[in-house]
């Protein structure tokens, strides 16, 4: 029972290991931007449960609520921030795609490596 | 003048003598050699200065700066280093002497990367020479090699690039792979690498190990050609002459067996060496080199490649005396160190001489030189000489003092081996000798040619003088020696 | 202490990230490049006061908007660190100082301004990463500086300069990704990101499986950041088809911030408490950086250009930095930090001198340097010194950390310890190989072609380069600097009393 109380933590590893296969076996350069940015939300969600407690509530300190249960709100924070990295590393990512489509006039690492042995 | 500043003074004046040559090198070919033999009498005037000091028995000394911890940059005169430094300086004059002689006859390029790498190998010859502590020495074995380098490669053509690359690897692989841990082994288990006479490395290893590092030290120093270090010697030999002289008699090769019975005696300690058994491989090492060296000098028929072999064999000579771990023996080592460094450059300058003025570099062409080169040939058979022992020559000396240390060691191995190769130094010497002036001439018309040109034979006639001068007049420098391996009278100063 | 001098360590960051996004309003680029050089300098400087605060053997602390740890964000430099911020500041001023000439050939004048912001973002960031003392301020840091370093790299006219900066993008993203797991592993475990926070809890925590865990993903994703041997790959084309400044830059310390990371996590957090900790450090990554030292020194035995060689042999360098720092010695880590300070300064040289080269020749194949010593002696001279700092000649810089690692390996003792000599000194004699192909391509090879117009390289830049170069001779013979550095941090590092 406990195994599938942790289901957070699986979907997390599942998420993780999809966007690591995408990123190492596709030669789409796009497909591995998005199993990149797969693998980073999974991250995400790692956190996002850690901070989590049962029964939690928001925490906002209100009159007669001292001594409610309330869940960290810091993971969310640190979050917030790692979001936007993942943001920018996808934006440059596809920036750079958008370079290599214009100089090599393909997306597809194969085609871009045998360009270049040529 | 203080001898501390004599000291810096033998390291600096080649460095800003190679400054000055360089400079001048733009301005004319004669301001150049001037300075050259300018910087060379000076260095001889500062190193012979230091002289009466090292014999009143004072061991003054000079810290230039602490690189790491424990670990300097020191220098310090003592009787050893002070024979090597005043061998180099007077040598280089000579040298430079001839070489003008040599390089203007032959037309060489690059005349002036030529005198400043030489007057910058100088330097650090010094550095070698008078170095106090392990660290330095390394330090200037480095620069030697590297200086040299040029030197080595300066024709600059593929095929001499190529034996340049294996002289440089020889060296570089040697010192790095071999000497270098030793060096550092020896700090860490010394906590020191201070010269001290009756060495620093008593009492902290023992067993085989000693064997071991000495093996570091003997192989890395590969400048000292044990076989199978040898290979870069002949390799070197694409060399201009006056190069191949400063390799095989001033400088590099001297450097390495230098630099081998200094390790033996001030790191070491013949004493303690002595009682460990597991040192013993370096006689046989040694014995083997000299014998293989003259076998196969035996087959040689070009001149050069023959007195490269040879000095592979005399190198060994001085290897084994140092080996032989007894007073008499490490004496006989110094003085042969002097001995072979005449007769080698003897050699050297003769077979420039030949080259210079008829291009002939085979045994078989040399037929009946005799005639038409009396001076160079009387010269190169005074240097042969001394290369076999025959008195009246320095050779002959150093053989009776090596001789002496292994009766001193009840070592029949010695000499048995020196025996044995006094007759191999005969057997390919000798014919040589009796072709040059008894064989008949068979030069071919219209490549007549007489003596070579006249700085050339003056230089080689002052060394073969000073080789057979050596025989009656050694006796300062064994004196000297003698402090080497029984205590002197002042105690030596620590840095 | 002025007060100034108190606030140094925030500084450090703040001012390249302050003026970065001012760079790129200021026209025309040559005033770009001079804002960017100025503050490059003034980093520099500022490095040097944090330097000069280290070597008094204090720590210095700063509270970010005065909020005490481990609640605020606390910035700490130490001996250490200091000794990377030197490397840092000064290989940026350095390369821009020297690059002016090489970036106007290589980047159109318009784009510019944006890529001395990069520039400037890419210093703040790891400036960042070496103040903080945060496990997450470290992540975001790196990943400002991984994101402008990628800008930087795809500067370049190259266009195979594409690819390879996607692939270091992925394998950075991972690499920091990877990170970032571990600290959030750690997080749970102790409720708190202050380095030293984290140590002091990390006694009371019950179980210590996350914590192995975390530790796993923390070593594999700052190993793929700095390129340990074999999660090198990223690393030769970046450092190869990047514009020749930048690469001077990343080559003399980004993948250095990244250990300097790793060596903290490990040292300063998890020495302590974790019992087995120092015989799994050693037997997971003295393999890999023997590994490194041989497999990519004999790669760069065969390279046929120039900048891959030099790129290879920073894989190498790499493994030399990670073998002292796995014997787990106070003689190791030393010896580790000191070849940092030495090898950025060799590689630097190097660079540098790749740079002059690169402004005159048509390209950096060693063919097409055939020649190039007669026309550019001095660049080449400079060359050399850093060649054989490279190699550790006596009297230069890396010969120093050479010695350091010897006797090192010499402590260690037994057929290890040997080994290890042996694998230290091979490495050394494959860098004699591969640095002299070059010296020899340039002074004795003959041209193929007949040579074109080839002058000795701008004089600033040539005269920056012999700065370096010289910088190496003065470094070998009077190492004070980074001894005491690294000494300091080693002792730091290990828990001992300086």
């Known amino acids: 029972m406990n195994f599938l109380g942790l289901y957070n933590y699986w979907v997390f590893a599942v998420l993780l290991m999809i966007g690591f296969y995408a990123v190492v076996a596709k030669t789409n350069l796009v497909k591995k931007l998005m199993g990149l940015s797969l693998f980073q939300a999974a991250v995400f969600l790692l956190y996002i449960t850690m901070g989590k407690i049962s029964g939690g509530t928001a925490p906002i300190i209100q009159k007669g609520l001292e001594d409610a249960v309330f869940s960290n709100p810091l993971p969310q924070v640190l979050i917030l921030t790692a979001i936007v990295v993942g943001i920018s590393t996808t934006a440059l990512g596809l920036g750079i795609i958008v370079r290599i489509n214009e100089e090599y006039g393909s997306i597809d690492e194969r085609d871009v490596q045998e360009s270049d042995r040529r | ?495 | 202490m002025s007060s100034i001098d108190a606030h140094l360590p925030v500084l450090q960051v703040v001012v390249p990230l302050l003026v970065a996004p001012l760079v790129t309003i200021l026209r025309p680029s040559g005033l770009a490049w001079a804002a960017t050089t100025a503050t490059s300098f003034m980093a520099l400087m500022i490095a040097v006061g944090l330097t000069a605060g280290a070597l008094e053997g204090d720590i210095q602390r700063y509270e970010v908007g005065a909020w005490a740890a481990p609640y605020g964000i606390e910035l700490a430099v130490d001996s250490f660190g200091a000794l990377l911020l030197l490397i840092l500041t000064g290989a940026s001023t350095f390369a821009l100082l020297a690059g002016k000439a090489s970036l106007d050939q290589q980047i159109e004048s318009g784009r510019q301004p944006l890529f001395f912001s990069a520039w400037l973002l890419v210093l703040a960031g790891l400036a960042g990463i070496l103040v903080s003392a945060d496990a997450f301020n470290i992540f975001v840091f790196m990943e400002i500086s991984s994101l402008a370093s990628y800008v930087l790299i795809a500067g370049g006219p190259d266009r195979r300069a594409l690819p390879a900066v996607f692939k270091y993008l992925m394998m950075g993203t991972i690499g920091a990704t990877f990170y970032l797991i571990g600290i959030g592993l750690i997080y749970m475990m102790t409720g708190t990101l202050n380095l030293a926070d984290i140590q002091v809890r990390l006694v009371d925590v019950a179980g210590l499986r996350p914590v192995v865990v975390a530790i796993g993903f923390i070593t594999v994703g700052l190993g793929l950041k700095a390129a340990v041997f074999p999660l090198h790959v990223w690393l030769p084309n970046a450092y190869n088809f990047a514009p020749h400044a930048a690469t001077v830059l990343l080559a003399a310390c980004a993948a250095k911030v990244s250990l300097y990371v790793l060596l903290t996590f490990d040292f300063v957090v998890l020495q302590p408490v974790l019992p087995e900790h120092d015989p799994h450090f050693g037997a997971f990554l003295m393999p890999l950086a023997v590994l490194g030292i041989l497999a990519a020194s004999a790669v760069a035995l065969f390279e046929p250009n120039l900048k891959r060689l030099l790129a290879f042999s920073s894989v190498a360098q790499i493994g030399y930095i990670l073998l002292g720092a796995s014997m787990v010695s106070l003689p190791g880590v030393t010896a580790s930090l000191m070849h940092m300070f030495n090898h950025a300064l060799a590689k630097g040289a190097l660079f540098l001198a790749v740079m002059c080269l690169a402004t005159r020749l048509p390209s950096l194949e060693l063919d097409d340097l055939a020649g190039a010593a007669k026309r550019m002696p001095w660049t080449m001279a400079a060359f050399v010194v850093g060649g054989l700092s490279l190699i550790g000649i006596p009297g230069t810089a890396g010969f120093t950390s050479k010695w350091y690692l010897i006797s090192a390996s010499l402590e260690v003792g037994g057929a290890g310890g040997w080994l290890l000599i042996g694998v230290i000194v091979t490495g050394s004699l494959m860098a004699v190989v591969y640095i002299w192909r070059v010296v020899e391509a340039a002074w004795f090879r003959v041209p193929l072609a007949e040579p074109t117009e080839v002058r000795e390289a701008p004089a600033l830049m040539l005269s920056v380069t012999w700065l370096a170069a010289a910088a190496n001779v003065y470094f070998g013979l009077s190492p004070w600097l980074q001894t005491t550095l690294a000494s300091n941090g080693a002792r730091m590092l290990l828990g001992e009393a300086p």
């Open chain 2, 1 to 495: 003048m203080r001898p501390e500043t004599g000291i810096l003074l033998a390291l600096c004046v080649p460095l800003v003598g190679a400054l000055l040559i360089g400079l001048a090198g733009r301005v004319g070919p004669n301001l150049r050699e001037t300075m050259t033999l300018a910087t060379a009498t000076t260095l001889i005037a500062v190193v012979w200065n230091l002289l009466p000091e090292i014999f009143a028995g004072e061991r003054p000394g000079v810290t230039v700066t602490e690189v790491l911890p424990g670990i300097s940059i020191a220098f310090q005169l003592e009787p050893l280093g002070m024979m090597f430094a005043c061998l180099a300086s007077g040598l280089w004059l000579i040298n430079s002497i001839y070489s003008i002689g040599y390089m203007r006859g032959n037309r060489e390029q690059h005349q002036t990367r030529f005198y400043v790498m030489f007057s910058v190998s100088l330097a650090a010859t010094m550095g070698i020479a008078l170095a106090a502590n392990l660290f330095t020495l390394f330090l200037f074995y480095e620069m030697l090699t590297l200086a040299t380098y040029p030197l080595v490669a300066h024709k600059g053509d593929q095929a001499t690039v190529r034996s340049a690359r294996v002289y440089l690897g020889v060296l570089i692989v040697a010192s790095i792979g071999l000497l270098l841990p030793a060096v550092i082994w020896t700090y860490v288990l010394a906590g020191t690498g201070d010269f001290t006479p009756g060495g620093i490395l008593a009492g902290k290893i023992d067993g085989p190990l000693v064997g071991l590092l000495l093996a570091l030290f003997v192989f890395g120093a590969a400048k000292a050609a044990v076989m199978p270090m040898h290979l870069w010697l002949p390799a070197a030999m694409v060399a201009p002459t006056p190069v191949s002289a400063l390799l095989h008699a001033v400088a590099v090769v001297k450097a390495g067996v230098f630099v081998i019975t200094k390790i033996i005696v001030y790191v070491f300690g013949i004493d303690f060496l002595f009682a460990v058994p597991s040192s013993g491989w370096l006689t046989y090492a040694a014995a083997f080199t000299i014998i293989a060296a003259s076998v196969v000098a035996l087959r040689q028929q070009n001149l050069k490649r023959l007195l490269a072999y040879s000095t592979i064999g005399q190198l060994s000579y001085i290897v084994l005396a140092s080996a032989t771990l007894k007073p008499l023996a490490e004496v006989g080592a110094t003085v042969h160190m002097v001995a072979h460094a005449f007769g080698k450059i003897t050699l050297f300058f003769a077979a420039g001489a030949i080259y210079t003025a008829s291009k002939k570099t085979e045994l078989a062409q040399l037929r009946g030189i005799g005639q038409r080169m009396p001076w160079t040939m009387a010269a190169f058979t005074i240097g042969a000489l001394s290369m076999i022992g025959v008195p009246p020559t320095g050779g002959f000396v150093s053989k009776w003092y090596i001789l002496a240390g292994a009766f001193q060691a009840n070592n029949y191995l010695v000499l048995a081996t020196i025996i044995a190769s006094t007759a191999l130094n005969a057997a390919y010497f000798l014919p040589i000798i009796y072709m040059a002036w008894f064989g008949r001439d068979r030069t071919p018309a219209g490549q007549e040619h007489g003596e070579a040109p006249f700085a050339a034979v003056l230089a080689l006639t002052v060394t073969a003088f000073l080789t057979l001068a050596f025989f009656a007049f050694n006796q300062p420098l064994v004196e000297l020696e003698s402090q080497l391996v029984s205590p002197v009278p002042t105690v030596m100063q620590g840095n």
